[in-house]
């Protein structure tokens, strides 16, 4: 039976009334933001500049609009009631969602350190390349040389921070989604109830966690997974377009607060979504299959 929320006048956040409290509300998403990117996206950004300019930056704010849209829609779900996003998902089908989910995280669990690993290799533009973690320091020498030192030591403690909160958050977020999928399927549907909540001392999120070192060992060892990086792109591509099909069956009911259900405005775009986000999974896997085979 879902959770109720605790709406006693006394229980309710008060806004912060100083800059210092305020900041120290905001800094979690901060720190979320910087996890959210990788030491791939990094050098896929680099990349991209160097051989097409200033072409593709249409394409960050066609991206923008999307993760706004995906993140307006899940904070309003998660509003909605006091449950994971997981249990959530089990409204709109039982398990199915879940598992959908739990497929993914197992296998971009995997691949995502491969994707790091791979996109550490490679920097184009100006013939120069990333194929030793020497070669990082190198990026940051040509820029000290045509920038100056200043941006010389902002570039090495940007890719520092990068990728040591891409690490920490990816993998403490990987393992997080990944074992509440697992316990939202293993205890469907009782699984809101309190003996079966979701914290990092459960066992399906150690389990993950254990999935993700092992892994991340494996790949360490495998030289390039080129392989590996193919497979990931395709799968990934597959997320957007489930949570886009999962978001708008959920905020569209009539059990759903009035408002915090789907206004004419979030359908258009998360239909913009599922249909973008399709369009280019599936030239994603025609693309990795031809690569495969």
């Known amino acids: 039976m879902p959770h109720t929320v605790d709406t006693l006048p006394d229980s309710r956040p008060t806004p912060p009334s100083t800059w210092t409290r305020a900041l120290g509300q905001i800094g979690p998403g901060i720190v979320l933001a910087l996890a959210s990117v990788g030491a791939s ?8 500049g160097a051989q097409y300019g200033m072409a593709l930056a249409w394409v960050f704010v066609v991206g923008l609009v999307i993760k706004y849209a995906v993140n307006d829609a899940v904070a309003r779900l998660q509003l909605s009631d ?4 997981s249990s959530h998902l089990t409204d709109a089908g039982g398990r199915t969602f879940p598992v959908l989910i739990l497929i993914a995280e197992l296998l971009i669990g995997i691949f995502a350190v491969a994707m790091t690993a ?10 120069y390349e990333i194929d030793s973690n020497d070669a990082v320091f190198e990026v940051g020498d040509i820029i000290g040389t045509n920038i100056g030192s200043v941006a010389h030591v902002l570039f090495l403690l940007a890719f520092f921070a990068v990728v040591y909160s891409g690490v920490l958050g990816g993998f403490q977020g990987i393992a997080y989604v990944t074992g509440d999928c697992v316990r939202v399927i293993r205890r469907y549907p009782h699984q809101d109830e309190p003996d079966f909540d979701m914290s990092a001392k459960a066992p399906e999120f150690r389990g993950a966690l254990l999935w993700l070192t092992l892994w991340s060992v494996v790949i360490l060892t495998a030289g390039k997974p080129v392989t590996l990086v193919l497979v990931y792109a395709a799968i990934s591509s597959l997320m957007l377009p489930v949570l886009a099909i ?9 059990t759903t607060a009035a408002e915090l259900r789907n206004g004419i405005v979030s359908n258009i775009m998360l239909v913009a979504c599922l249909a973008l986000s399709g369009f280019l999974a599936l030239l994603q896997l025609r693309e990795t299959l031809a690569d495969l085979f």
């Open 246 to 254: 999962a978001l708008l069956i959920l905020l569209n009911r009539s």
């Open 82 to 85: 006091d449950r994971s996003f």
């Open 118 to 127: 791979v996109g550490a290799y490679w920097l184009y533009g100006k013939g």
């Open 41 to 48: 996206d990094m050098v896929t950004t680099l990349n991209s």
